[in-house]
């Protein structure tokens, strides 16, 4: 295995100013893992972020082509440690070796996925009006826009997916498609995971000549270290996966800069699964096997976990709920991620056990440690949760809150009382889906990925997907963090007025030299 240094990268600079106090543990033996990772100081966090902007200088002028270049280097060496992460990763996080080996996999994918929207080019969005000087009563100029990069961006780690949301997973690569040095802030949940990737990254900066400062890597406490960066006002943009409490206070952060900055933040979302009565006749015991295998998917804890699962309180009821009573009873407990989420999700089932509208239905094999967690299954109704907000909480981890309902429309009000979030499912038979459009209709308007007759646990990397939704599943509900969309996140637009030829950006040139789809003079072509 590569050696592990314990030190932040400062650009090309391994350092380390101060004293190793963060250390990753072994979710299952409570074993502290060496070696120990040093909180990164003021000077070598602002050292970091000059350079960032120095990098911007060369960095935001270079050609898709070269972006394309550096992204699928980077893919090819995080997969020459393949091996190494598929041993590190699993002793940080408790997750198993074929989840890592399928991270690493996708994580890969989406970094050549990002190289190949860099360098086709489109996605700039290249607009040209040509000046018609005969034009009454006023001449008309020659304007011409496209998207350009931001400038530095700040990324932060996610807990739940160490590779693919954390220091190249789909922030630092769609940043870096659009031209934009980053800055990671490790997690500290896998610290060992985040140097070995981010060597990997650092590598192909070198190799592909770009310059330092193109990507740096920080350790430290996630409040300090994490609101000094968003603060840092070479910063420009940050991307976020995490708890709502931490993402709503790095929004604030960003809001009151001086110069307020966009912040994508992946927060929280419960993902209503809603099971219409024509498919539960039709199919109630195949739904409660697919329900549980979502629901216990990497011991719940994917952002897109079916917290909420929303019913037609009738006679075809009993067999689903048996079943899925069945499965979640004999289920055995898992490791989590780290204590921090253990403990978060043993309060939130404390929570529901002493409510008195909750019913526990059924619970999994109890597990002995901090971070074992039990499979649970809840149950209310709707006219309980809708008078109390505390249900409609995200509980993070392997569990879900059934909620009956007696008619259509206590339905539909609960669909429209829901908080944004990530995606919303509907099951039904085609008679159900022609009955019910206005539920897909409220659905669209809270979710970023509606989906029919599957799960939302697993989210495909490609150009369509929609990894975002209104508030709180994101702090922007425009944006997305999955599929080629998230490029935009870190561009803005700027128009080229009167401009001569030889000074306009290749994507704006007259002759296209780049051969990219540009719409001229309203007309794609």
């Known amino acids: 295995m590569a050696e592990l240094t314990g030190k932040s990268s400062i650009g090309f600079q391994s350092s380390a ?49 070269e972006r394309a270049a550096l992204l699928r280097k980077i893919a090819d060496n995080i997969e020459s440690v393949g091996d190494e992460l598929a041993v590190l990763t699993p002793q940080e996080t408790g997750l198993p070796e074929p989840r890592i080996r399928m991270e690493t996999g996708r994580t890969c994918a989406q970094l050549r996925l990002f190289a190949s929207v860099a360098e086709e080019g489109s996605w700039v969005g290249a607009r040209i009006d040509h000046a018609d000087q005969d034009r009454a009563p006023i001449p008309k100029p020659d304007t011409r826009s496209m998207k350009k990069p931001l400038g530095p961006v700040a990324v932060f780690c996610a807990s739940n997916f160490p590779l693919a949301f954390s220091v190249a997973g789909g922030d630092t690569a769609s940043a870096l498609a659009a031209g934009c040095p980053v800055i990671v802030k490790a997690h500290h949940s896998h610290p060992g995971t985040a140097e070995l990737v981010g060597q990997a990254v650092l590598r192909a900066v070198k190799e592909c000549s770009f310059p330092e400062g193109t990507f740096s890597l920080l350790y430290g406490p996630g409040r300090e270290t994490g609101q000094s960066l968003l603060r840092h006002p070479l910063i420009k943009a940050a991307g976020f996966t995490g708890s709502r409490e931490g993402g709503q206070a790095l929004m604030k952060i960003a809001a009151e800069r001086a110069d307020p900055i966009p912040f994508y933040a992946e927060m929280s979302s419960i993902n209503p699964v809603f099971i219409l009565s024509g498919a539960m006749a039709e199919r109630g015991e195949a739904l409660a096997a697919g329900l549980h295998g979502s629901m216990t998917m990497g011991v719940g804890q994917f952002c897109t976990n079916p917290g909420l699962t929303i019913v037609d309180n009738n006679s075809n009821l009993e067999p689903f709920i048996s079943k899925l009573t069945d499965l979640v009873c004999s289920s055995p407990s898992a490791t989590m991620l780290n204590s ?19 019913e526990t239905l059924a619970r999994g094999e109890a597990g002995e440690g901090d971070c074992q967690a039990e499979v649970l299954l809840f149950r209310t109704t709707s006219d309980s949760f809708s008078n109390d907000d505390s249900l409609g909480a995200e509980l993070f981890g392997p569990s879900t809150l059934i909620v009956t309902h007696d008619n259509k429309d ?114 794609i072509i």
Do not use: W
């Open 17 to 65: 100013q101060s004293e190793s106090t963060i250390f990753g543990v072994n979710p299952a033996t409570g074993e502290k893992l060496k070696p120990g990772y040093a909180a990164v100081s003021e000077t070598e966090l602002n050292r970091a972020v000059e350079l960032s902007g120095e990098a911007f200088k060369v960095f935001g002028k270079s050609s898709g082509r």
């Open 340 to 358: 921090g989420i253990g403990s978060a999700y043993d309060s939130g089932a404390n929570s529901f056990n002493k409510n008195k509208a909750v």
């Open 410 to 523: 206590k339905m539909l009000a609960l669909a429209r009382s829901l908080e944004g979030q990530l995606t919303a499912t509907v099951h039904g038979t085609d008679a159900d889906l022609v009955a019910n459009g206005d539920l897909l209709e409220v659905l669209e308007t809270k979710a970023g990925r509606v989906l029919i007759n599957g799960f939302p646990t697993g989210v495909e990397v490609c150009h369509s997907m929609v990894h975002g939704g209104p508030f709180p599943a994101t702090s922007d509900g425009r944006s997305t963090s999955v599929g080629t969309n998230a490029i935009e996140r870190f561009s803005r637009d700027v128009c080229y007025q009167s401009f001569p030829d030889s000074l306009l950006p290749r994507e704006l040139q007259e002759d296209n030299p780049l051969k990219i789809r540009r719409m001229i003079d309203g007309v």
